[in-house]
């Protein structure tokens, strides 16, 4: 992520003060955090990743044109040599140096920025927001996945005078992460789009999600800014109290903002929304019909909507930007993705998945009217911890409900389907993507929907391809 951000050695001086020694860069343009894409005089960061040090680099920086280098105290002495010569500055923990760096540049813009948290369907929000937003505001998005603690400060020093509005997912997969990232974006809004079951490996259990994702609704409260809250998630319910917040639903007419709902025959809504009269001075009624699938469609319609109305939109303006939006094309993977192979409808949901995500996923799919069968074709769900095996049947069991066939495939999914498989002719387990392809291609048929869903290490998108390709080669 390239950026322009300037920093004096003044400044350098001023947000790294906890650094142990030092020669100060004189100046600097541009914060990098990957030589792949360092310009000349920009700062480059030496983080410590989970496969790749950045420290190893440093030589590749200097030879790049870098300005200086940030460093941790163990990277100063194991490359001595390289840093003897050029301006450096060591600090103890360089990801953390990141983080005030994007901080401070924050604080020079007086916009709104808002922060997207929850256990499902965050960059599903965070896209469809953004879109609205930029129908009046120019407008700044996180890119891709950069949702954790190096992306999104990357994220931040992109902001400069040209932008109006920010639109920041921001992601946790360990306690104190969203507390973390909410410290470092300053939110002026905040939105959770709902607490469930994720990263339990760490989080343990709903508690300790709640926990973790309400972070950000107390960083607002102290801070006096505006949280959004879906009041259809009982755990959320709870922060209403909060000093600034606004409220939507999609079940209840008691929230600020509500609608009323349902799923035409392709599977895709129609939404009436509408404005508690007591927040809007004219119109409080709109009516839309949005290209996104299912509920899951109408839960991200309704959170961006939301967020749009607390940035200054009126209901004519985000009514046309909702009607007007489509959600971006995926190649490979996708989140929750609307495509067609060989006249069978796909839901392309292989990005991600939790047991919350998981669970939506299923019901979108459930939503759909069609000639044939519904089948859902699922892959594991990872860093779920002691849950894993429980979490996985419950899944199963839905899904026996919900689909009328179930292919699965996955080690997690292999041990719930041997729990089950005696009573559940409805469910196929597949040992490879490439058996997973071939039962797909036996069993969907013209007028099916199927919907893909699995964690990103199983890499469902391999099927989505293999099942193309299949198709082009038979003709």
């Not at 809007?280 to 996104?292: D, G, P, S, Y």
């Not at 469910?427 to 893909?452: F, S």
Request: hydrophobic share 40%.
């Amino acid at each position: 992520m390239k950026n322009l951000a300037h920093f004096t050695t003044e400044e350098l001086l001023y947000i790294l003060e906890d650094f142990t020694n030092f020669r100060v860069p004189s100046d600097c343009v541009g914060i990098s955090a990957d030589t792949r894409t360092l310009q000349q005089g920009n700062l480059y960061i030496a983080i410590r990743g989970e496969h790749l040090d950045g420290h190893t680099f440093i030589s590749k920086a200097k030879e790049l044109g870098a300005s200086g280098v940030i460093v941790d105290i163990h990277g100063a002495h194991q490359f001595s040599t390289e840093l003897s010569d050029f301006p450096h500055i060591i600090v103890d923990n360089t990801l953390h140096a990141l983080g005030k760096l994007a901080q401070f540049h924050r604080k020079k813009y007086d916009i709104h920025i808002i922060a997207i948290a929850g256990a499902a369907g965050k960059t599903s929000t965070k896209d469809c927001t953004a879109y609205i937003l930029s129908k009046k505001y120019s407008t700044l998005k996180t890119y891709a996945n950069y949702n954790n603690q190096i992306g999104v400060p990357l994220m931040l020093l992109q902001l400069d005078d040209t932008y109006q509005v920010a639109v920041i997912e921001i992601g946790t997969n360990e306690p104190g992460e969203i507390e973390a990232l909410s410290e470092i974006v300053l939110p002026t809004h905040g939105l959770i789009t709902n607490i469930g079951k994720e990263h339990l490996e760490k989080l343990i259990d709903l508690d300790g999600v709640e926990k973790e994702e309400t972070a950000l609704f107390r960083h607002l409260d102290r801070q006096s800014c505006i949280a959004l809250i879906n009041i259809d998630d009982e755990r959320l319910q709870k922060y209403i109290g909060n000093k600034k917040s606004l409220t939507y639903s999609m079940y209840s007419l008691n929230s600020d903002i509500s609608c009323t709902w349902h799923i035409n025959s392709n599977g895709y809504a129609t939404i009436s929304f509408i404005v508690n009269a007591a927040i809007t001075h004219n119109q409080n009624q709109f009516k839309a019909l949005i290209n996104m699938p299912g509920k899951v469609g109408v839960m991200t319609a309704i959170a961006s909507c939301a967020i749009a109305f607390a940035c200054g939109m009126n209901l004519d303006e985000i009514a046309t930007a909702l009607s007007d939006y489509t959600p971006p094309e995926y190649h490979g993977y996708g989140r929750m993705a609307m495509q067609e192979i060989g006249n069978i409808q796909v839901l392309n949901d292989s990005y991600n998945a939790n047991p919350a995500s998981m669970s939506i996923a299923l019901e979108t799919l459930a939503g759909f009217t069609v000639q044939g069968k519904k089948l859902a074709v699922l892959g594991d769900m990872r860093e779920l911890g002691n849950s894993s095996l429980q979490e996985h049947i419950k899944i199963l069991q839905l899904a026996i409900t919900l689909s009328d066939l179930c292919i699965i495939t996955g080690q997690e999914m292999y041990k719930a389907y041997t729990y089950l498989e005696a009573q559940e002719p409805s469910l196929i387990y597949a040992e490879t993507l490439d058996i997973c392809t071939d039962i797909i291609k036996k069993e969907a048929k013209k007028g099916d929907i199927v919907l893909i869903k699995g964690s990103r290490g199983i890499q469902l998108e391999n099927v989505l391809i293999a099942w193309k390709n299949s198709l082009i080669h038979s003709t």
